[in-house]
Nanobody, 122 residues
Framework: QVQLVESGGGLVQAGGSLRLSCAAS????????MGWFRQAPGKEREFVAA???????NYADSVKGRFTISRDNARNTVYLQMNSLNAEDTALYFC????????????????WGQGTQVTVSS
């Protein structure tokens, strides 16, 4: 049984930073790609960032230069460092695990966490 548990969300002022974590269990973590997605109220889920087992990264244009995805295979954990946050980053953030490349497509991920809320006040 694969489980993903996100943490680190919260309320932050515009311009601030947060670091999200996602702890994985139930599979050989280092083998699989990990992704972060987000969903704001009334909007579709959108890709944020992804990383392969060997560290190849992919970012949405909207977060390039501000967000950094990383992983610690020894701890079975993936991180999302978010800097220079703005109100448009407010959303429920999900981590997911899937096969292959650091895809931006949600259908390439077969396990999802429950999400952690990030709220940026302007």
């Amino acid at each position: 049984q694969v489980q993903l548990v996100e943490s680190g969300g919260g309320l932050v002022q515009a311009g601030g930073s947060l670091r999200l974590s996602c702890a994985a269990s139930g599979r050989t973590f280092s083998t699989y790609a990990m992704g972060w997605f987000r969903q704001a109220p009334g909007k579709e889920r959108e890709f944020v960032a992804a990383i392969t087992g060997i560290g190849t990264r992919n970012y949405a244009d909207s977060v390039k230069g501000r967000f950094t995805i990383s992983r610690d295979n020894a701890r079975n954990t993936v991180y999302l460092q978010m800097n220079s946050l703005n109100a448009e980053d407010t959303a429920l953030y999900f981590c997911a695990t899937g096969y292959g490349s650091a895809s931006s497509r949600p259908e390439m991920y077969n396990y999802w966490g429950q999400g952690t809320q990030v709220t940026v006040s302007s």
